[in-house]
């Protein structure tokens, strides 16, 4: 199957400092791509879901001024975590879609970026 | 968004079948039913999807009831590798892929 990558893989940061989590989708153009947290022992809860060229869709509950998403090309989205707090220690994973309209949904997940805050 | 309802964990010895059922009442006739696992600390793995037969490949089959309010993903020989986060999903409308609590499956040797 195609294949989603992240970067880092993990980053440990200090609190009040801002960090990028990449996300590539490495064979095949991601028209839409979402990010997700998870927190130890809990499922996979949605942030945002964002298209290529468009402002992301956030979740309710999601706040868009600190999780700064941009899906600026088809193959690369990015989320920054600004000014960053102990409380936004997770596991952040994204996934790619190539085909939004009809399903099924082709979806593929990259590897997670574990974000440590001290 | 879209609810499933799955047992939030089970046991099977390692070699046996692993039947995962899931609930999926509300699903609309145009839906597809996938299956997601997810190994510790990493991102979740596509399994299988299905839309009203029964479907099978490399890693698993999906068993979907003639009123496509339930289906159970069978592992046919589980192995301790198996142990993982089992997730049933649909898509309500949009295209949001909401993730359940899903099963956490043990495999025992």
Known sequence: GAVVSQHPSWVICKSGTSVKIECRSLDFQATTMFWYRQFPKQSLMLMATSNEGSKATYEQGVEKDKFLINHASLTLSTLTVTSAHPEDSSFYICSARDRPIHQPYEQYFGPGTRLTVT | ?109
């Not at chain 2, 609810?3 to 009442?25: I, V």
């Not at chain 2, 496509?68 to 892929?97: E, Q, W």
Request: aromatic share 10%.
């Open chain 2, 1 to 109: 968004d879209a609810k499933t309802t799955q047992p939030p964990s089970m046991d099977c010895a390692e070699g046996r079948a692993a039947n995962l059922p899931c609930n999926h009442s509300t699903i609309s006739g145009n839906e597809y039913v996938y299956w997601y696992r997810q190994i510790h600390s990493q991102g979740p793995q596509y399994i299988i999807h299905g839309l009203k037969n029964n479907e099978t490949n490399e890693m698993a089959s999906l068993i979907i009831t003639e009123d496509r309010k339930s289906s159970t993903l069978i592992l046919p020989h589980a192995t301790l590798r198996d142990t993982a986060v089992y997730y049933c999903i649909f898509h309500t409308g949009g295209f949001k892929t909401i993730f359940g609590a899903g099963t956490r499956l043990f495999v025992k040797a």
